[in-house]
């Protein structure tokens, strides 16, 4: 049955119709809405996210936990501005997250934005994050910071996600819990926290599995987490995190625009025939320490883990032979370790406090990385011929400080952070037509920050804020050129300007509105050159401009609602012509192009808007909730003349009761996504050589949940 088509573009004026009209209705789930939260991103110490001069916004515990499996990031983040977080149903390539259009040219994993996850970073030294690892059932809070501040925490920080999870407090507490739903979609968790001996503990283990909402799309997921804290001293505070983090998924690559239209939920041909997936297992562990001397701390973290996956992709069999190619598998172990330490003083100063930050970051990782042909003999998508095999080796190495102060009504801060990246590739395979790829490139960078915020009233701050970024090609970019073959050390790192000004301010007790508006001016841009069967290869394009405005409005409102607005207006654009190969629907190859002046960049939605209204009855413990989301077209190519992706509004609905019987606490929850049935593409894969640039949102759907705690 053919579901109703979505207009094909969300009009600025439809979209501010549609805020004034929806406004008294919209919401944000929370049970305890937190108008002004605390936040330690940014600044580094605990500090007023009320009180920086940074886009910087918090999803709370009961927000994260909101009738959600707690599967993917995307469940949380999709009501933060600035942030695009796009489920591509496709769990082999993770979700597509950008801010202020950086990462949006990802075809897989996570680029140009910083990953963290309780001082651990999910970013490795080049840049390349998975938001996958994150373990969203025991989170206490994300804290999302876009921006000038964001250049502070170094390389392909366009932005920066960090996940913290809750320490272990309390009386010893057991918790179990089991949703599931359409697409033979299902999760199960069991947990364990509390206090004992002094000693705060956390642990959780998840297993999640689907058929997919489209076909060969099939993903298991299986996670193990602890957490325990310490006080060694009165003055000192010892935290170690282990997790562990397995999956295995199909992957049905993306569509072109007739066979999307034809069945959004279908596969390439070429993905059943090369049985194209992809396994991940990975385990880590780290450490942090805290001390404090006074008004002085000193912090160290370290860290190890290692990751192997392998990944099956959809290179057709007439490229390998005799042309120079690394084969249609690839298969990688990685180590990865580092160390971060910081020195934080608080002194009074010229009759305000100044609070400074002195640290270092150490970073590296190093690939056993092989390559094999993906067929023996006739059999399709088997492990076959060695084709490639080298040792990829990235290290960073990062000085920075940080300092502010405040005084009367006015708060200065200012960073310097100087960054150098290098990449070393000692290649093993050298045969024939397979030249020898050993080499390295090195990067370095110093990135500056300033920011100034004055306190117009008690209720209102005004601010402005400006930085130097930049962003070096991760490992996966620098791995072919656009003739499909040899490393590319000849990309050159990003460079940008960021400038914002903003405004926050309380409208009465029980309302905070927030408003960025931004313009980032980026030189080099790394942009896609040739994307094809799962391979992507990169180049440097000119200099391009992003302009933009988002807005957040959280409101408690009498009996028992609340609400959040956010709206986002992002203006991307290329200012200088480029050449750049397209994918020709007449003759089904790609093709030499120029991409003219003032085209906006792909992956990008111009506008939009999140929306949520909750009512609660505290007395039963029953809430029901309404939410609402809309994307104007985004265009999946650098030229923007081939079919973009049509702009969308969907709904969902959602409720949920919670009850307690003494020491026994129980939750359960139904959730109704895509209330209006409609067909959308959720996500795109930017620059497809092939064509295949379209991946659909699920229809209606549907998910259900429950869970118990019992505290001893």
Same mark, same amino acid.
């Given at each position: 049955?053919?579901?109703?088509?979505?207009?094909?573009?969300?009009?600025?004026?439809?979209?501010?119709?549609?805020?004034?009209?929806?406004?008294?209705?919209?919401?944000?789930?929370?049970?305890?809405?937190?108008?002004?939260?605390?936040?330690?991103?940014?600044?580094?110490?605990?500090?007023?996210?009320?009180?920086?001069?940074?886009?910087?916004?918090?999803?709370?515990?009961?927000?994260?936990?909101?009738?959600?499996?707690?599967?993917?990031?995307?469940? +949380?983040?999709?009501?933060?501005?600035?942030?695009?977080?796009?489920?591509?149903?496709?769990? +082999?390539?993770?979700?597509?997250? !950008?801010?202020?259009?950086?990462?949006?040219?990802?075809?897989?994993?996570?680029?140009? #934005?910083?990953?963290?996850?309780?001082?651990?970073?999910? !970013?490795?030294?080049?840049?390349?994050?998975? +938001?996958?690892?994150?373990?969203?059932?025991?989170?206490?809070? &994300?804290?999302?910071?876009?921006?000038?501040?964001?250049?502070?925490?170094?390389?392909?920080?366009?932005?920066?996600?960090?996940?913290?999870?809750?320490?272990?407090?309390?009386?010893?507490?057991?918790?179990?819990?089991?949703?599931?739903?359409?697409?033979?979609?299902?999760?199960?968790?069991?947990?364990?926290?509390?206090?004992?001996?002094?000693?705060?503990?956390?642990?959780?283990?998840?297993?999640?599995?689907?058929?997919?909402?489209?076909?060969?799309?099939?993903?298991?997921?299986?996670?193990?987490?602890?957490?325990?804290?310490?006080?060694?001293?009165?003055?000192?505070?010892?935290?170690?995190?282990?997790?562990?983090?397995?999956?295995?998924?199909?992957?049905?690559?993306?569509?072109?625009?007739?066979?999307?239209?034809?069945?959004?939920?279908?596969?390439?041909?070429?993905?059943?025939?090369?049985?194209?997936?992809?396994?991940?297992?990975?385990?880590?562990?780290?450490?942090?320490?805290?001390?404090?001397?006074?008004?002085?701390?000193?912090?160290?973290?370290?860290?190890?883990?290692?990751?192997?996956?392998?990944?099956?992709?959809?290179?057709?069999?007439?490229?390998?032979?005799?042309?120079?190619?690394?084969?249609?598998?690839?298969?990688?172990?990685?180590?990865?370790?580092?160390?971060?330490?910081?020195?934080?003083?608080?002194?009074?100063?010229?009759?305000?406090?100044?609070?400074?930050?002195?640290?270092?970051?150490?970073?590296?990782?190093?690939?056993?990385?092989?390559?094999?042909?993906?067929?023996?003999?006739?059999?399709?998508?088997?492990?076959?011929?060695?084709?490639?095999?080298?040792?990829?080796?990235?290290?960073?190495?990062?000085?920075?400080?940080?300092?502010?102060?405040?005084?009367?009504?006015?708060?200065?801060?200012?960073?310097?952070?100087?960054?150098?990246?290098?990449?070393?590739?000692?290649?093993?395979?050298?045969?024939?037509?397979?030249?020898?790829?050993?080499?390295?490139?090195?990067?370095?960078?110093?990135?500056?920050?300033?920011?100034? &915020?004055?306190?117009?009233?008690?209720?209102?701050?005004?601010?402005?804020?400006?930085?130097?970024?930049?962003?070096?090609?991760?490992?996966?970019?620098?791995?072919?050129?656009?003739?499909?073959?040899?490393?590319?050390?000849?990309?050159?790192?990003?460079?940008?300007?960021?400038?914002?000004?903003?405004?926050?301010?309380?409208?009465?007790?029980?309302?905070?509105?927030?408003?960025?508006?931004?313009?980032?001016?980026?030189?080099?841009?790394?942009?896609?050159?040739?994307?094809?069967?799962?391979?992507? /290869?990169?180049?440097?394009?000119?200099?391009?401009?992003?302009?933009? #405005?988002?807005?957040?409005?959280?409101?408690?409102?009498?009996?028992?609602?609340? /609400?959040?607005?956010?709206?986002?207006?992002?203006?991307?654009?290329?200012?200088?012509?480029?050449?750049?190969?397209?994918?020709?629907?007449?003759?089904?190859?790609?093709?030499?192009?120029?991409?003219?002046?003032?085209?906006?960049?792909?992956?990008?939605?111009?506008?939009?808007?999140?929306?949520?209204?909750?009512?609660?009855?505290?007395?039963?413990?029953?809430?029901?909730?309404?939410?609402?989301?809309?994307? /104007?077209?985004?265009? #999946?190519?650098?030229?923007?003349?081939?079919?973009?992706?049509?702009?969308?509004?969907?709904?969902?609905?959602?409720?949920?009761?919670?009850?307690?019987?003494?020491?026994?606490?129980?939750?359960?929850?139904?959730?109704?996504?895509?209330?209006?049935?409609?067909?959308?593409?959720? /996500? #795109?894969?930017?620059?497809?050589?092939?064509?295949?640039?379209?991946?659909?949102?699920?229809?209606?759907?549907?998910?259900?949940? +429950?869970?118990?705690?019992?505290?001893?």
């Amino acid at each position: 049955m053919n579901r109703q088509q979505p207009s094909p573009l969300l009009r600025p004026t439809r979209l501010a119709l549609l805020l004034a009209v929806t406004y008294p209705c919209l919401g944000w789930a929370d049970d305890a809405l937190t108008l002004d939260p605390v936040v330690v991103t940014g600044s580094r110490v605990e500090e007023r996210a009320f009180d920086l001069p940074a886009a910087i916004a918090v999803v709370g515990e009961a927000q994260i936990k909101a009738d959600q499996a707690r599967v993917n990031a995307s469940e +949380a983040l999709v009501g933060v501005p600035g942030v695009s977080v796009a489920n591509r149903q496709n769990y +082999a390539q993770d979700l597509q997250i !950008s801010t202020r259009g950086f990462g949006a040219r990802s075809a897989f994993g996570v680029r140009g #934005v910083r990953l963290v996850a309780d001082g651990i970073p999910a !970013s490795m030294p080049d840049g390349q994050g998975q +938001a996958a690892t994150f373990n969203l059932d025991r989170a206490e809070r &994300l804290e999302v910071m876009r921006g000038p501040m964001s250049a502070v925490y170094g390389n392909s920080a366009g932005g920066v996600i960090q996940l913290f999870t809750r320490d272990g407090q309390g009386r010893p507490s057991v918790e179990g819990g089991f949703s599931a739903g359409s697409y033979g979609s299902w999760k199960a968790d069991l947990a364990a926290d509390g206090k004992t001996g002094g000693v705060g503990y956390v642990l959780d283990a998840s297993r999640f599995a689907t058929e997919g909402y489209r076909d060969h799309s099939r993903a298991e997921r299986d996670q193990l987490m602890a957490k325990l804290s310490l006080a060694p001293s009165d003055d000192g505070k010892l935290t170690l995190v282990a997790s562990s983090f397995r999956q295995a998924a199909q992957d049905p690559l993306g569509l072109d625009w007739a066979s999307y239209q034809r069945n959004p939920r279908g596969v390439d041909p070429v993905a059943l025939q090369f049985n194209t997936r992809k396994s991940i297992e990975q385990q880590q562990g780290g450490l942090n320490y805290v001390h404090r001397f006074g008004d002085q701390r000193v912090e160290v973290s370290a860290y190890a883990g290692q990751r192997s996956v392998t990944q099956y992709q959809a290179i057709p069999t007439g490229v390998q032979g005799n042309v120079r190619h690394s084969g249609g598998v690839i298969d990688f172990d990685r180590d990865y370790q580092g160390v971060n330490a910081r020195w934080t003083g608080r002194f009074d100063v010229a009759g305000g406090a100044l609070t400074t930050t002195l640290g270092v970051d150490y970073e590296v990782s190093e690939d056993d990385r092989r390559g094999y042909e993906n067929f023996i003999g006739a059999t399709l998508g088997v492990k076959g011929t060695l084709r490639r095999a080298e040792t990829d080796r990235v290290t960073s190495f990062d000085q920075y400080a940080q300092a502010q102060w405040s005084a009367g009504n006015w708060v200065l801060n200012g960073g310097l952070r100087h960054s150098q990246v290098r990449f070393t590739v000692d290649d093993r395979y050298v045969s024939g037509l397979n030249g020898d790829d050993s080499g390295s490139r090195n990067y370095e960078q110093t990135t500056p920050s300033v920011g100034v &915020l004055y306190r117009l009233s008690p209720v209102t701050n005004l601010y402005a804020s400006a930085a130097r970024g930049f962003e070096t090609p991760t490992l996966n970019e620098l791995f072919y050129s656009g003739s499909g073959g040899s490393f590319n050390f000849g990309l050159a790192a990003a460079t940008s300007t960021h400038l914002e000004v903003g405004l926050k301010t309380w409208l009465g007790a029980d309302s905070r509105l927030d408003v960025a508006l931004f313009e980032i001016h980026t030189d080099k841009e790394l942009v896609v050159d040739a994307s094809s069967g799962g391979r992507t /290869s990169y180049k440097n394009a000119g200099q391009t401009t992003r302009q933009g #405005v988002e807005v957040a409005l959280d409101s408690r409102w009498a009996r028992n609602f609340s /609400s959040r607005i956010a709206y986002t207006y992002l203006d991307a654009r290329y200012d200088e012509v480029f050449a750049t190969r397209i994918y020709n629907p007449a003759t089904g190859n790609a093709q030499p192009a120029t991409v003219a002046a003032g085209r906006r960049l792909p992956g990008v939605a111009a506008h939009s808007l999140f929306g949520e209204l909750v009512w609660r009855h505290p007395a039963s413990g029953f809430h029901a909730a309404v939410e609402g989301v809309a994307r /104007s077209e985004v265009f #999946v190519e650098d030229s923007n003349t081939l079919q973009a992706a049509p702009g969308y509004v969907a709904a969902n609905l959602r409720a949920g009761v919670e009850r307690r019987m003494g020491p026994l606490r129980l939750n359960g929850f139904v959730r109704i996504d895509n209330l209006f049935d409609r067909q959308y593409a959720g /996500s #795109v894969i930017v620059g497809d050589t092939n064509g295949r640039f379209y991946e659909g949102a699920p229809g209606r759907n549907w998910l259900a949940g +429950a869970s118990a705690r019992y505290s001893f």
